[in-house]
């Protein structure tokens, strides 16, 4: 588990949307459970999602969730704090209820593990690491989590899928940042991306491990969700 001061932290971070506060004072209730969710500006698919993200927050089903954001300028190819923040302020009009904080020291990726862009991290009320998602989540995933959100994810914490610590992610070299030269993927030292590492769709690689985790987080989720609530899922022909 990662130590309880990990919401005191996000708290103190600068909020770069205008509107929604100076801090993450102002968008994290310290009585409800955290998703974060961890991106950069030159990542195809956490731009295209952040529409998303901003309608979760905003939806009352996520009422017992905070929803926020963090990026890290400076870290993993991103671009240095006022280069970014000059950045953001050209295009925070666009999700104007989406929260972004800023962790310059990149102090939240490193202790949570985050390599790879998106990332989300669920935290319960203590702040404490549930789970960490190593690439983008569904819409579906997303609604069972929220669903789960007012028990504080107890289904998800007593479910085979959980990591056993916050450790275990840490010491993952398996999932690497990625970027695209002519072609060919490389990782934030510049290696190109190993092949067995699995592409999915909108640019995130999972390795193989990854992938069989979060699926078993996501089958635990579901099962706990009321059957009124469940996603329709579309059966093949």
């Given at each position: 588990m990662l130590p309880s001061d990990m919401l005191g932290?996000?708290?103190?971070l600068p909020q770069l949307t205008k509107g929604l506060g100076d801090t993450g004072t102002a968008v994290i209730d310290p009585n409800k459970?955290?998703?974060?969710?961890?991106?950069?500006s030159w990542c195809p698919l956490c731009l295209g999602t952040l529409?998303?993200?901003e309608e979760w927050r905003t939806d009352p089903t996520f009422a017992d969730l905070n929803v926020v954001t963090v990026?890290?300028?400076g870290h993993l190819n991103e671009k240095a704090d006022g280069d970014f923040s000059t950045w953001y302020a050209g295009v925070q009009a666009d999700y104007p209820k989406l929260p972004v904080l800023s962790d310059a020291s990149?102090?939240?990726?490193n202790k949570l593990g985050v390599q790879v862009y998106p990332s989300w991290a669920i935290l319960d009320k203590s702040g404490n690491l549930v789970h960490l998602v190593k690439g983008n989540i569904s819409a579906e995933q997303a609604y069972a989590l929220a669903e789960n959100a007012n028990n504080d994810f107890a289904e998800l914490k007593a479910g085979s899928a959980k990591p056993a610590n916050a450790q275990t992610l840490d010491n993952n070299s398996k999932i690497?940042?990625?970027?695209q030269k002519d072609g060919v993927y490389y990782n934030d030292k510049g290696k190109a991306i190993?092949?067995?590492s699995i592409y999915l769709a909108g640019g995130c690689f999972w390795g193989v491990e990854a992938i069989w985790s979060a699926s078993r987080v996501w089958s635990t989720l579901?099962?706990?969700?009321?059957?009124?609530?469940?996603?329709?899922?579309?059966?093949?022909?």
């Open positions: 932290q996000m708290r103190a459970p955290t998703l974060i969710k961890f991106w950069a529409a998303e993200t990026v890290s300028p990149g102090e939240l990726i690497e940042t990625i970027k190993n092949t067995r579901y099962q706990a969700m009321p059957m009124a609530r469940r996603p329709i899922q579309a059966t093949s022909k």
